[in-house]
């Protein structure tokens, strides 16, 4: 069976947070939505992968995002030019480098912050299926 994903964050600034993720991940926009409910939010994806991105803000009550240095969303890019391609499009798009709470992180990857403090790492490497 196959499933889709959605990983649904509240955000600061709608705009800017569209901006940045499809900029700095070369996502577009799959679906929006206002006033639903007193919530806008955005759903960023790109065709034919099994996961997007929604972000909401609340116009009625003032939900404030609140990730820890954990909370990661790694994306495993295999090809080198490719990876650094995506890690020079992260930077121009206003996401902060940082170093990774967990050097693991670090060793073959580079992870990155927006405005709102949600982390994204980039992985220089192909996944692998680990073994039960």
């Not at 577009?28 to 996961?51: K, P, R, T, W």
């Not at 990876?83 to 940082?98: E, N």
Request: glycine share 6%; proline share 5%; aromatic share 12%.
């Amino acid at each position: 069976m196959a499933y889709h994903l959605r990983i649904a964050r509240p955000v600061s600034d709608l705009g800017k947070t569209k901006t940045m993720y499809c900029a700095g991940l070369k996502l577009s926009i799959i679906g929006c939505f206002e006033n639903h409910d007193g919530f806008d939010g955005v759903m960023l994806g790109q065709a034919h992968s099994n996961y997007h991105f929604e972000f909401t803000s609340c116009r009625n009550h003032s939900i404030q995002p609140s990730p820890t240095q954990e909370d990661l969303v790694v994306f495993y890019i295999e090809e080198s030019s490719e990876w650094h391609m995506a890690c020079d499009s992260m930077l121009s798009a206003g996401f902060r480098q940082v170093d990774s709470f967990n050097p693991y992180w670090d060793r073959c990857g580079r992870t990155f912050e927006d405005h709102d403090g949600y982390r994204i790492v980039l992985q220089n490497a192909t996944w692998i299926t680990p073994s039960p």
